[in-house]
């Protein structure tokens, strides 16, 4: 991202395995040297839950996307994320619980 | 009011000025109100100043006049005389019923309550109070507080318009000064402003009257040395301005530690009037409201948290309730940072948004604002 200062789209990683990750995705993919989100590294699943509720009131975010290690149980995980979001933001798309599941 | 307690927790304005309704859910003692340019934060700050003053007409006008909103009408001699323009309190002007302005806590709605009405409309007791009005049906402004009526002015813009006919009818002098009212008048809340350009000597002065030689005095200098003065001392000199008196008003001189004379307060620089200026108005709002526009202007960040840790600790020991509107991101970390250091130090910061026309604020918490400052989240 150019402006890094402040940034648009925001790719939240739950650590620095994951934003290397997809900054590597990114850079095999694309012959933009550029990355087309700006990272960040929030160093824990719990500081970046915590910070998903502020990320969100941010007035210039357009994207957020959220990289995080799904380990052993990626429903509760997902559903974590889903209720902290849900708890911010009054409208939240219903995902259908049974495509999660398939996932 | 118990000591201690906020005096606003929350916050609703209604058809005041720019705002058709603003709802702010949570206040905390130390507020900072960020946004664009224009979307209203100034606007805010005089909503509360109206709160806390009851409405009073004395405060009403100083805004008004404050910010050029005024009418031309003419006296009983034929000289041009300024009044306000209180079509200006009201949202878009809009002047009726369905749009008073309301100002007060979320659950005590149109606690203050200001309002146009008919001058025919009101008792006939009333109505004898004032001289007759030259002629047709006349408005008044009403203010009320907890339905106590405050008291009622005579719409003067209604009486003339220069721009309209030769005919106008003069405003007797009595009529520009009358009003009537303050029963059952509540206390207002002590509430003090501090703008965001440079202080006057006078505006130092007036607030120095009020706390020398009280324990708030240390305050004011433990807030000017911030910037490494060690400043001993400071005295107001000079008499107060008139034209009959070869003076230049009431000046501020300090003593600093190992300097044998005194040297004029102006000389040590802007940003040391500023910081003066900070604890001097901290210090006066004891119990009440401290307004601040801009409160980072003319401070280093370098010296930023130290203030903020200082505003907040007073804000606590003296429970005054502190605005301060701001577009500067050290500024907002410095609070944040502070707070995190102290002890229940109750920040929250609120934005204004402009949303489709409409205003509405994003609030973040204490605990919110510290996650914002670690992760580089903006909030402004």
């Known amino acids: 991202m150019?402006?890094?200062?402040?940034?648009?789209?925001?790719?939240?990683?739950?650590?620095?395995?994951?934003?290397?990750?997809?900054?590597?995705?990114?850079?095999?993919?694309?012959?933009?040297?550029?990355?087309?989100?700006?990272?960040?590294?929030t160093q824990g699943i719990n500081s970046l839950l915590s910070s998903?509720?502020?990320?969100?009131?941010?007035?210039?975010?357009?994207?957020?996307?959220?990289?995080?290690?799904?380990?052993?149980?990626?429903?509760?995980r997902w559903n974590k994320i889903l209720s902290t979001i849900s708890d911010s933001i009054p409208l939240i798309l219903k995902l259908d619980q049974t495509k999660m599941e398939r996932l | 009011?118990?000591?201690?307690?906020?005096?606003?927790?929350?916050?609703?304005?209604?058809?005041?000025?720019?705002?058709r309704n603003l709802s702010i859910e949570r206040l905390g003692r130390v507020n900072l109100i960020t946004g664009l340019n224009g979307v209203g934060k100034?606007?805010?700050?005089?909503?509360?100043?109206?709160?806390?003053?009851?409405?009073?007409?004395?405060?009403?006008?100083?805004?008004?006049?404050?910010?050029?909103?005024?009418?031309?009408?003419?006296?009983e001699d034929k000289d041009i005389v300024l009044s306000p323009d209180y079509s200006?309190?009201?949202?878009?002007?809009?002047?009726?019923?369905?749009?008073?302005?309301?100002?007060?806590?979320?659950?005590?709605?149109?606690?203050?309550?200001?309002?146009?009405?008919?001058?025919?409309?009101?008792?006939?007791?009333?109505?004898?109070?004032?001289?007759?009005?030259?002629s047709g049906n006349h408005q008044a402004l009403k203010v009320?507080?907890?339905?106590?009526?405050?008291?009622?002015?005579?719409?003067?813009?209604?009486?003339?318009?220069?721009?309209?006919?030769?005919?106008?009818?003069?405003?007797?002098?009595?009529?520009?000064?009358?009003?009537?009212?303050?029963?059952?008048?509540?206390?207002?809340?002590?509430c003090e402003s501090l703008g965001p350009g440079l202080i006057t000597n006078d505006t130092l002065a007036e607030f120095w009257d009020k706390i020398v030689l009280t324990p708030q005095e240390n305050l004011s200098l433990k807030v000017i040395n911030l910037t490494g003065q060690n400043i001993e001392r400071i005295a107001v000199v000079g008499q107060k301005f008139s034209r009959f008196l070869r003076s230049n008003g009431r000046r501020f001189s300090v003593k600093i530690e190992g300097k044998e004379e005194p040297v004029p307060l102006k000389t040590l620089g802007d940003a040391i009037i500023r910081l003066y200026a900070v604890g001097l108005a901290m210090a006066v709002s004891k119990n009440g409201f401290l307004l601040i526009?801009?409160?980072?202007?003319?401070?280093h960040f370098t010296i930023q948290q130290d203030l903020c840790r200082i505003i907040l600790e007073a804000a606590k020991k003296l429970n005054v309730q502190v605005f301060a509107t701001t577009h500067s991101i050290d500024c907002i970390k410095a609070f944040s940072r502070a707070a995190s250091d102290g002890e229940e130090s109750d920040v929250a910061l609120?934005?204004?948004?402009?949303?489709?026309?409409?205003?509405?604020?994003?609030?973040?918490?204490?605990?919110?604002?510290?996650?914002?400052?670690n992760q580089h989240i903006e909030v402004r």
């Open chain 2, 350 to 373: 609120i934005r204004l948004e402009d949303l489709n026309g409409d205003l509405r604020a994003v609030e973040y918490s204490e605990e919110e604002l510290r996650i914002a400052t």
């Open chain 2, 42 to 75: 100034t606007t805010l700050l005089e909503a509360i100043r109206v709160y806390a003053a009851r409405g009073s007409f004395e405060i009403l006008n100083d805004i008004l006049y404050s910010r050029d909103e005024v009418v031309e009408s003419i006296d």
């Open chain 2, 144 to 190: 009320t507080f907890h339905d106590a009526e405050v008291s009622v002015l005579p719409w003067l813009s209604e009486i003339s318009d220069l721009s309209v006919s030769e005919f106008i009818s003069p405003v007797p002098r009595v009529l520009r000064r009358l009003s009537f009212g303050k029963e059952n008048m509540a206390d207002p809340i002590r």
């Open chain 2, 1 to 19: 009011m118990t000591n201690g307690e906020l005096h606003l927790s929350n916050l609703l304005i209604t058809n005041f000025r720019g705002i």
């Open chain 2, 293 to 299: 526009d801009e409160i980072e202007n003319g401070i």
């Open chain 1, 2 to 41: 150019k402006n890094s200062e402040n940034p648009t789209k925001i790719l939240l990683a739950e650590g620095n395995d994951d934003q290397h990750i997809a900054e590597h995705i990114w850079h095999s993919l694309s012959n933009e040297s550029q990355l087309p989100f700006y990272p960040k590294n």
């Open chain 2, 88 to 134: 200006s309190l009201f949202y878009e002007g809009l002047i009726h019923e369905k749009h008073h302005v309301s100002i007060g806590p979320i659950s005590d709605k149109d606690s203050l309550k200001i309002e146009t009405i008919d001058f025919e409309d009101l008792p006939q007791s009333k109505q004898e109070l004032f001289p007759k009005l030259t």
């Open chain 1, 52 to 76: 998903l509720p502020v990320e969100l009131k941010n007035r210039y975010l357009q994207s957020l996307g959220i990289l995080v290690d799904s380990n052993a149980h990626p429903m509760k």
